[in-house]
């Protein structure tokens, strides 16, 4: 800079010239840092702690802030049904999207090196929360992420600040024709039964009928989503995985009365956003939390069982009002 000052000087350019120049150019490099620090405050930073002697992937954002909200994923996907998601809420919230074992990039033991039940998903998913220092959160749910993240919340109410219920079921009415193969495999764990559940809902097919059923316009569903989850499912050993899980969801019924009165009893505030058109949790199992929240914000949408993809705008835009009215 020396060189360049005595070089334009010898030019015959003035002093105050130089200094302009000098100016602009510290101006240019601080709106690049600054730049760079917007950037990464809205950032998504993949991660992996050791939780239970398993390897749980999360991502992460917006760290900077004090709320945090903790995204939880359905079935056969993983986080990354919260990949676009995440930056939208990042800029004002700290997210926070686990793995369950045996999904996306965490572990996934063997069936008999790890106890794949909701009870257990639920046990690691909140011993997650706490290795990361989430103390108090809203929590998002849908599908899996319902029973996992209603037993935390029934178990400890004092740390959930909301609930955002995204066709995840916590009644009866929610349980309609969808359900009957599993609900024989229920009352049955046949290895003929077990093969029907594998022949119909692990396949590709299967896999992308969930992303696409229901959807005003299927086109506007990235095929990324079937691919990228069925590659996970077509690991060996985790089609077993699964079907331990969907005979686990047995018991979650049973668990309904007692997150029914969780809800009554603690009223979390509640933002619930639902796809109509979802086959697997039909509209009728939304309409039930009216019973027993006070302080609801419901919205039904045109849309299937993997809302995000088509009304992810919507839904983000709901979350953002949500967030700032439950203060």
Known sequence: MKTLLKATTSNGQSNGTIK????????????????????????????????????????????EHERTIVLLHGFPTSSHMYRELIPKLAEQYHVIAPDYPGFGNSSMPALNEFEYSFDNLASITDAFLAQVGAEQYTMYVMDYGAPIGFRIAAAHPERVEGLII??????????????????????????????????????????????????????????????????????????????????????????????????????????LVWGKGDYIFPEEGAHPYKRDLKNLDFHILDTGHFALEEDGDVIAKHILKFMGNNK
């Open 166 to 271: 995204q066709n995840g079921n916590a009644y009866d009415e929610g349980l309609r024709d969808f359900w009957q193969p599993i609900k024989a495999y229920w009352q049955d764990k046949s290895a003929e039964n077990a093969k029907a559940l594998k022949d119909a809902l692990l396949t590709i097919a299967a896999t992308e009928w969930q992303y696409t059923n229901g959807t005003r316009n299927k086109a506007t569903i990235s095929p990324d989503n079937w691919i990228v989850d069925q590659a996970k499912l077509d690991r060996p050993g985790n089609k077993e995985i699964q079907l331990e899980l969907f005979y686990s969801y047995g018991t979650n019924p049973a668990l309904y009365p007692e997150w029914q009165a969780y809800f009554r009893e603690h009223q979390p505030p509640t933002l």
């Open 20 to 63: 302009s120049y000098l100016i602009a150019a510290a101006g240019v490099l601080m709106f690049g840092f600054g730049g760079i620090n917007t950037a990464q405050a809205g950032q998504t930073f993949h991660k992996s702690i050791k939780v239970q002697q398993q390897d749980i992937f999360y991502r992460e954002a917006g760290v």
